[in-house]
């Protein structure tokens, strides 16, 4: 089965590790628990009939005090950039983190979702700063982890642009 | 208007003028233009016909093939179903090819796996074998108990040295499971989430410390596992090993990952996340599966030879002593059964020792003494014995004798159930014996009629007093000395009787004397005259078939009422007894 890999990242608490649990096992806890390091997940999906293994790597979310390890990037077929609609900066964090992935491993499929549209009306995410991120060339979600809205949706569009998306030869 | 374009334009007006320029013209532009000529030939030809030609497309298909698959997989996306299709109808129409064309691979692979199966499952269970009925084996088998484990493994877990339980064979950059091995047993947990902790965890470690590249995490420790991680260019290979492999064994993941290495340098490098490709990467791993066992000691050869050899001895000993001890007891038995007085009424042996049970009469034999003689221990036989009467004849006369205590003159005989007294005895035990003789167990009738109640010392008595007195010079009895003589020979019929009925004879001794007077010579002769004289007369009264007489000369000294020294004209008589059958004399005269 082909397996690809997969990176979870995102600012400090914008649900990484909780949309990876509705993905992997269609639970959400309310229950914050930070992640330290990396967890490492798998699940299988199928695109266009065939089966693909993601192995996700849900790193730990990025703050002021630590940055993402440029070496869990590596050998990355995609990513999912995490914003939290509630915290404006965590789209700083994402275009940051972006950019980090494109330095350390050149340009590969990815998605970014807004997480928290549960709480729509808390959110500090307006539509002009969305529409940035459209500009900037990103496919933008929005869903829930809390509500299971538009996570398997986010997996399963990643995945199809992996399995489509040209193998480059490595240097 | 048709024209021929190979033909020149002709201007001349003679027709034979004309025709050999033209030849001509023609044979120089042939000369001149025939390869340029052909070519346009095949130009026109293509023009003519548009359709792709097969050879044209034959040339550049491997070409076109290589190029397109670098650049995507669509190429074989679109080539799979016809590949599939078609594989299955070749293996439809004729399976026999395929089986042909995959068994040289497929052979050695599944031997292989057999192989490797039989052996894991012979040594699991010679190792089970060897340790059951050990004196450890017996404690493992408690502990196997204990915690609920199977005693295979607790057995495997306690002699195990080194095990390489489980080889990852991992893609360096992406972290991803290109192939997994498994020894039997061994507890597998999502090979490939733990492929991609592995390698976020060599991250990490890196990151941490600042090491380059190059530098790499070798190795940790969990518990009794140990993962030992060799680097590749491309990959990595990580081993989880139970207990403590010798340095060697890195050789071995080395040699096994240069390998891979060396056979999928294309596919490592071209890697897209299929691991497909790796497959065949099976043999070198499971090579890496490492395992050895403590071996327990074994004992010498000569060591085993004299631990046999003691055994034999041992088992011979005991053997023989076994045998010859139940030699003894059946002896008993024997002895026991045929002894009078005794029945033995239940034997066993049993594992503390024998047991008797039976009857004894007070008078048999004692068991016991019978027991040492026969060469057993006593102490090692539990006897019962309850009493009772043997009407065994022996035992019933030596009951008779024990009962009645008969004096020495008196013999008791048993004939049947009839106890007969003869001899002599005194009146009043002959008289007690009577009344006590038919109450004695095994006697019914009592007889003495052979029995004499007078006192034989009185009768020799009678007849040693006996003194037969002569004439001066005469041998010839007289008739009142014969009146004596009739007393005596009355006591000797009595005494002949009694000493008969006692298994004895009388031995009747005639002595005769002389007075001192006249020659010597002449008075020996006289003596022995005398002598005979009594003789002849005692023979005439039947004095019984029991009684034999001597005569001899009696000599002074021992005449009766002689002072020594003067003699006496008599003959004496002196009657002694002697046994009948033994010759010995049981009554001095």
């Known amino acids: 089965m082909m397996q690809k890999k997969v990176c979870m990242l995102g600012g400090f608490a914008v649900g990484k590790t909780s949309l990876v649990r509705r993905f992997m096992t269609n639970v959400f806890s309310d229950h914050y628990q930070t992640t330290i390091g990396v967890t490492v997940e798998k699940k299988s999906v199928s695109v266009d009939n065939r089966d693909v293994m993601l192995m996700l790597w849900d790193l730990y979310g990025e703050d002021e005090l630590q940055r993402v390890r440029e070496s869990y990037l590596r050998g990355s077929s995609g990513y999912i950039l995490v914003m939290d609609g509630t915290r404006k900066a965590t789209v700083d964090t994402a275009i940051a983190l972006q950019q980090t992935v494109v330095r350390t491993i050149g340009t590969v499929p990815f998605v970014s979702i807004i997480n928290k549209s549960d709480r729509r009306a808390d959110w500090e995410i307006d539509e002009g700063a969305i529409e940035q991120l459209r500009e900037r060339g990103w496919t933008v979600l929005f869903g829930s982890a809390k509500l299971g809205q538009g996570v398997e949706e986010l997996f399963a569009l990643l995945a199809t642009q992996m399995v489509s998306a040209p193998v480059l030869p490595r240097e | 208007m048709s024209t021929d374009p190979h033909r020149p334009h002709r201007d001349s007006p003679s027709s034979e003028g004309l025709t050999s320029v033209d030849e001509d013209w023609t044979q120089l532009r042939t000369l001149l233009l025939s390869p340029e000529q052909t070519q346009l030939d095949e130009l026109r030809e293509r023009l003519d016909n548009r359709g792709v030609q097969p050879r044209e497309i034959s040339r550049v298909l491997p070409e076109a093939f290589a190029m397109r698959g670098e650049t995507d997989q669509h190429l074989s996306n679109v080539l799979t179903p016809y590949v599939e299709n078609g594989f299955v109808a070749a293996v439809r129409k004729s399976p026999r090819a395929i089986v042909d064309a995959i068994a040289p691979i497929m052979g050695p692979a599944i031997r292989q796996a057999i ?12 190792r089970s074998l060897d340790e059951s009925l050990s004196l450890r084996g017996l404690h493992w088998r408690l502990e196997a108990w204990r915690t609920g484990r199977p005693f295979a493994e607790v057995v495997l877990l306690h002699t195990l040295r080194y095990r390489v339980e489980q080889a990852f064979f991992i893609h360096r950059e992406t972290g991803l499971l290109l192939h997994h091995v498994a020894a039997e047993g061994a507890v597998v947990q999502d090979q490939h989430v733990l492929s991609g902790m592995l390698t976020a965890i060599q991250n990490y470690v890196r990151d941490s410390f600042g090491a380059s590249q190059d530098q790499t995490l070798d190795q940790f420790q969990v518990g009794d596992w140990t993962v030992w991680i060799e680097q590749g260019s491309e990959a990595y290979l990580a081993g989880v090993i139970r207990g403590t492999p010798p340095a060697t064994l890195r050789e071995d993941f080395r040699d096994a990952l240069d390998r891979i290495h060396a056979e999928h340098a294309d596919a490592l490098t071209h ?18 599966l490492h395992a050895h066992y403590e071996s327990p000691p074994r004992p010498s050869a000569l060591k085993l030879w004299i631990l046999g050899g003691a055994g034999i001895l041992l088992l011979s000993w005991w053997g023989a002593t076994a045998y010859q001890i139940h030699a003894r007891w059946s002896n008993l038995l024997a002895e026991l059964g045929a002894e009078p007085g005794i029945v033995v009424t239940m034997a066993k042996s049993t594992l503390r020792g024998y047991r008797l049970e039976g009857l004894r009469d007070p008078l048999a034999k004692d068991p016991s003494a019978m027991v040492i003689e026969a060469g057993l221990e006593p102490s090692g036989i539990k006897a019962v014995w309850s009493p009772y009467y043997s009407l065994d004849p022996q035992l019933v006369e030596t009951r008779a004798q024990s009962m009645l205590q008969p ?3 008196v013999k008791l005989d048993l004939e049947g159930d009839t106890l007969v007294a003869t001899g002599s005895a005194p009146i009043d035990w002959a008289r007690e014996t009577k009344r006590l003789a038919p109450l004695i167990p095994g006697i019914a009738h009592y007889r003495d009629e052979g029995l004499v109640t007078a006192p034989i010392p009185d009768l020799l008595e009678r007849v040693n007093r006996t003194v037969v007195h002569f004439r001066s010079g005469s041998s010839a009895v007289e008739p009142s000395e014969r009146a004596v003589l009739g007393v005596v020979s009355a006591a000797l019929r009595e005494l002949d009787q009694a000493a008969s009925q006692s298994g004895q ?13 006249g020659p010597v010579i002449r008075n020996i002769r006289l003596s022995k005259e005398r002598a005979e004289a009594v003789r002849s007369v005692l023979e005439g009264q039947e004095l019984g078939g029991g009684t034999t007489m001597t005569t001899d000369i009696l000599r002074s000294s021992k005449i009766p009422g002689s002072q020594g020294g003067s003699g006496a004209r008599i003959a004496i008589v002196r009657a002694s007894l002697t046994a009948t059958s033994r010759g010995n004399e049981t009554t001095p005269p």
Not at chain 2, 115 to 126: G, P, V
Not at chain 2, 506 to 514: A, C, D, P, R, Y
């Open chain 2, 115 to 126: 192989a490797r199966a039989l052996q894991s499952m012979t040594q699991s269970f010679n």
């Open chain 2, 271 to 288: 890697f897209d996340g299929d691991p497909a490709p790796f497959k065949t990467t099976q043999t070198y791993l499971e090579s890496c």
């Open chain 2, 407 to 409: 004096p020495r003159t």
């Open chain 2, 505 to 517: 004879r009388v031995v009747l001794e005639i002595l005769g004397s002389t007075d001192e007077t």
